[in-house]
């Protein structure tokens, strides 16, 4: 079982930053691949970002590439989502995932554990 906890979310404004954390079990974090999802109201989860199990390899959404960072510190079973020039359609509830595998893509399924969330508002 990998548990996952996340924070770093609150309320900024546009183009602000703001650094989210997802730490997970030690057991098995290093094992995994790591994922950034968001969920916006009343519309579907989706992918924002993954790192891949050693770190070395990054994939962004279009939406957020450039804008976005997502980083991984093993030694901490810790990942990492930084972001930068907040927009206000990046409000949403942001989720970090775990998938048993080195390179994991962007489709919820190939996730095997997931946090609760940590909500991020935009505002004007």
């Known amino acids: 079982q990998v548990q996952l906890v996340e924070s770093g979310g609150g309320l900024v404004q546009a183009g602000d930053s703001l650094r989210l954390s997802c730490a997970g079990s030690?057991?098995?974090?290093?094992?995994?691949?790591m994922g950034w999802f968001r969920q916006a109201p009343g519309k579907e989860r989706e992918f924002v970002a993954r790192?891949?199990?050693?770190?070395?390899?990054?994939f962004y959404a279009d939406s957020v590439k450039g804008r976005f960072t997502i980083s991984r510190d093993n030694t901490k079973n810790t990942v990492y989502l930084q972001m930068n020039s907040l927009k206000l359609e990046d409000t949403a509830i942001y989720y970090c995932?775990?998938?048993?595998?080195?390179?994991?893509?962007?489709?919820?399924?190939?996730?095997?554990?997931w946090g609760q969330g940590t909500q991020v508002t935009v505002s004007s």
């Open positions: 995932a775990a998938a048993f595998r080195d390179y994991a893509g962007p489709r919820m399924n190939e996730y095997n554990y």
């Open positions: 030690a057991r098995t974090f290093n094992f995994a691949s």
């Open positions: 790192v891949s199990r050693s770190g070395g390899s990054t």
